[in-house]
């Protein structure tokens, strides 16, 4: 696999919450009007311009978050719940190819994609099944995935260390890459469809917008 990305530093533009007393961001979605975070027991959102929450499901969400225009798709303990944001009833399950190594997700092109955390992988999968159809290599631990205009990004955090990475999903080759501020790792990502990502600061329990770089 090649890389041969163009380093640049991350601009973070806002910082959100603590959202819970010594909790964690696991996770981060975006459904167009709120971003949601999974805080471990429980799923919760908020107004991004504003800051205010705005709902708070009870559901076990010690991982990635997705959600595919009706339906959130939350990870606790190797399984993906499908779940009915009106009520917060889970509608199905389906188990993760990447077990309780499941670490980021998110919905495009019909499919979830979930990274494999310490096997340095990004799985694109059947949502109805979970059956592996893609395998993308990491050169680095995966901890969040989004996608931003069809270009495909992941979270890192290794060593105490992370970047928001612009992959190609056909060979995994690094294409560009933006280096976070000392002390801010990435424990989930999601693309907000305009001009930034939200980054899960993990045990901070805070959450960070970073610009994206603009487009000729």
């Given at each position: 696999m090649v890389d041969r990305r163009a380093k640049a530093k991350a601009e973070v533009v806002r910082e959100y919450g603590p959202f819970s007393e010594g909790g964690k961001v696991n996770g981060v979605t975006y459904d167009g009007e709120s971003v949601w975070l999974a805080t471990g027991d429980r799923l919760q959102s908020f107004?991004?311009?504003?800051?205010?929450?705005?709902?708070?499901?009870?559901?076990?969400?010690?991982?990635?978050?997705a959600f595919d225009g009706r339906y959130l798709f939350?990870?606790?303990d190797g399984v993906i719940q499908k779940i009915d944001p009106a009520t917060g009833a889970i509608v199905s399950k389906v188990p993760s190819p990447?077990?309780?190594?499941?670490a980021g997700l998110t919905w495009a092109e019909g499919t979830l994609w979930v990274g494999h955390h310490r096997e340095r992988k990004i799985l694109q999968i059947d949502p109805g099944t979970g059956t592996v159809l893609r395998t993308i290599a990491s050169t680095r631990f995966v901890t969040g995935?989004?996608?931003?205009?069809?270009?495909?990004?992941?979270?890192?955090?290794?060593?105490?260390?992370?970047?928001l990475r612009h992959v190609s999903q056909e060979t995994g080759e690094v294409l560009e890459a933006l280096v976070m501020p000392d002390g801010m790792n990435v424990s989930g990502l999601e693309y907000d469809g305009k001009s930034l990502f939200y980054c899960g600061g993990g045990a901070t329990g805070k959450l960070r917008a970073v610009k994206r770089p603009r487009r000729a």
């Open positions: 107004e991004p311009e504003s800051g205010a929450s705005t709902r708070v499901l009870d559901v076990a969400a010690d991982a990635g978050t939350q990870l606790a990447a077990a309780e190594g499941s995935v989004t996608f931003a205009d069809g270009e495909l990004w992941h979270g890192t955090w290794e060593n105490d260390e992370s970047e």
